[in-house]
């Protein structure tokens, strides 16, 4: 099993571009998340789904976007990027208990 | 809302020393409470989960307990090596598959 795989690791984007990330499991959970972690913080849930079809926000949703059409993705869209969303995003997912993370993806608004 | 609370936000101790991280939330309703390990540029591992109805779990070296009451928990890692020098962060449910929430995490550095 590769886990939870997330594309790309980094990206630089102007300010106004738009730019999806991939998240991808193999372990056929049902639960999965974005989170981003800013730097000296912990982590904050952007948007999470509980299968394929249904997703919901989380505590910071404000210019993102989500879809589930498989088990197995769970992709993040940003759109029209502000230097705000500068982070690093984690993609995680779980049936109820332990939770996987991807290695991360480091996005750069500029 | 649930608040969870790490504190200290950094700490360092010489090889060999046992030590206590601490993790602490406002609502004591929680599902179950996990702890994660965190390497520089890397992602989160986890180390262990407690579920409400248990008091503590262990894994080698580490043991954490849960106190719903108080709404504590602690994370314990006897004879600590300078590979245990990463970032740990704790994180509640409230329910099955539900969201986690982290706390800001405690930079641990052992030197040797």
């Known amino acids: 099993n590769a886990g939870v795989t997330q594309t790309p690791k980094f990206r630089i984007l102007k300010i106004g571009q738009s730019m999806t990330l991939q998240c991808t499991q193999d372990?056929?959970?049902?639960?999965m998340y974005w989170y981003r972690q800013d730097p000296g913080m912990g982590l904050k849930l952007i948007y999470y789904?509980?299968?394929?079809?249904?997703?919901d926000k989380g505590e910071v949703p404000n210019g993102y976007n989500v879809s589930r059409s498989t088990t197995e993705d769970f992709p993040l869209r940003l759109e029209l990027a502000a230097p705000s969303q500068t982070s690093v995003y984690f993609c995680?997912?779980?049936?109820?208990?332990?939770?996987?993370f991807g290695e991360g993806s480091r996005l750069t608004v500029l | 809302k649930q608040e969870v609370t790490q504190i200290p936000a950094a700490l360092s101790v010489p090889e060999g020393e046992n030590l206590v991280l601490n993790c602490s939330f406002t609502?004591?309703?929680?599902?179950?409470l996990q702890w994660f390990r965190q390497d520089p540029g890397k992602g989160l591992t986890s180390l262990l989960l407690?579920?409400?109805?248990?008091r503590e779990q262990t894994s080698g070296r580490l043991n954490a307990s849960l106190d719903k009451s108080s709404g504590r928990s602690t994370l314990y890692i006897a004879a600590s090596q300078p590979g245990d020098s990463a970032t740990y962060l704790c994180?509640?449910?409230?329910?099955?598959?539900?969201?986690?929430?982290f706390g800001q995490g405690t930079e641990l550095s052992v030197k040797p």
């Open positions: 995680a997912s779980r049936v109820t208990g332990e939770l996987f």
């Open positions: 372990m056929n959970h049902n639960y």
């Open positions: 789904s509980v299968g394929a079809g249904i997703t």
């Open positions: 609502d004591s309703a929680i599902y179950n």
């Open positions: 407690i579920q409400s109805s248990q």
């Open positions: 994180a509640v449910s409230h329910n099955q598959g539900g969201k986690l929430i």
